[in-house]
């Protein structure tokens, strides 16, 4: 009872005062990795009709960020606003990889006749489709496009992925000016505290544990603690964080990637490396890490049959 009059006191709240942010622990939620939160925390609310929008873009985007495409693919509509049907694309592409091929097609032809700057969602996800499809450059100009945290923080995601530690750097100081204390600032200083070297990679574990601490301890923040430890090569703690990880996210890549490196860098069995490896492979068949794998190793095969073995 007591929770719902906060609630109830809250979304009136929300009505008299336009300027709270009603979808502060929602969007937090998303960005964090806490998927399920930020459905159930969305679908409690009742925002006003000019934030209506972004609520569900969070929660299609959290089903999506499930692998759960068909609740997006079935709800969405093609009367939806211009943003669903962004998120109902991105869905799509994963859902069908037989239908990538036309999708970026499509994309490639926006692109180039010129893309409404005004919808940040369909820039978020044209380079989210881009980014996966190794293409940077069109990535950027997608991002380039638009001024919001998220799109900056992409770009420093995709500035690191690239090696490009100064533009990053660039960026993150645009999003210090921009807001200095949001999720997404403290997350993108985490990521390229873990670039620059040393000194920096406890920093980094101090800003996740700091997440932690305010929200819970969701398996993106437990692996950027667990990436910190392994670079300062601190294994057997990092595989505790990433055990962790794995209880509340089983198939997480990010998380059986690092499992992978670290079991082979403890000793542990090939099996157990292995294990880690298909179960990826398995889950993640379109993810950049298992991509450029079957590229090696489907470049390893070649070389050895051209080799005989000696008797």
């Known amino acids: 009872i007591v929770n719902y009059k906060i609630r109830k006191n809250f979304e009136a709240t929300i009505m008299a005062n336009p300027e709270v942010d009603a979808l502060f622990e929602v969007r937090n939620a998303f960005f964090l990795g806490n998927y399920q939160h930020c459905i159930t925390e969305a679908q409690k609310l009742k925002p006003p009709a000019n934030v209506a929008v972004e609520r569900d873009v ?168 667990a990436t910190s430890h392994i670079l300062q090569g601190k294994l057997e703690e990092a595989e505790g964080l990433l055990q962790e990880a794995l209880t509340k996210d089983s198939n997480n890549p990010e998380v059986l990637i690092n499992l992978i490196a670290v079991s082979q860098q403890l000793g542990k069995s090939q099996e157990l490396a292995n294990r880690y490896l298909s179960q990826l492979k398995d889950a993640h068949s379109s993810h950049l890490f298992v991509q450029d794998y079957l590229k090696k190793e489907t470049l390893f095969d070649q070389v050895a049959a051209q080799y005989t073995p000696s008797n």
């Open 58 to 225: 969070l929660v299609y985007r959290s089903y999506i960020a499930q692998k759960k495409y068909a609740v997006v693919l079935d709800e969405v509509k093609t009367s939806s606003p211009a943003e669903l049907q962004a998120v109902m694309i991105f869905a799509d592409y994963l859902q069908n990889p037989r239908k990538r091929e036309n999708i970026l097609k499509e994309l490639d032809g926006k692109l180039n006749a010129g893309l409404d700057a005004s919808n940040t969602v369909f820039l978020i996800i044209a380079a989210s489709i881009y980014y996966m499809e190794q293409n940077f450059d069109a990535a950027l100009r997608c991002l380039n496009l638009a001024d919001s945290l998220e799109s900056i923080a992409m770009r420093v995601q995709i500035y690191l992925f690239m090696n490009r530690v100064d533009l990053a750097r660039k960026e993150l100081k645009t999003m210090v000016e921009k807001d200095e204390d949001s999720t997404l600032t403290q997350l993108a200083s985490a990521w390229l505290n873990l670039m620059v070297g040393v000194d920096k990679y406890q920093d980094a574990f101090y800003i996740f544990q700091e997440m932690i601490d305010k929200t819970t301890p969701t398996p993106l923040l437990l692996n950027g603690q």
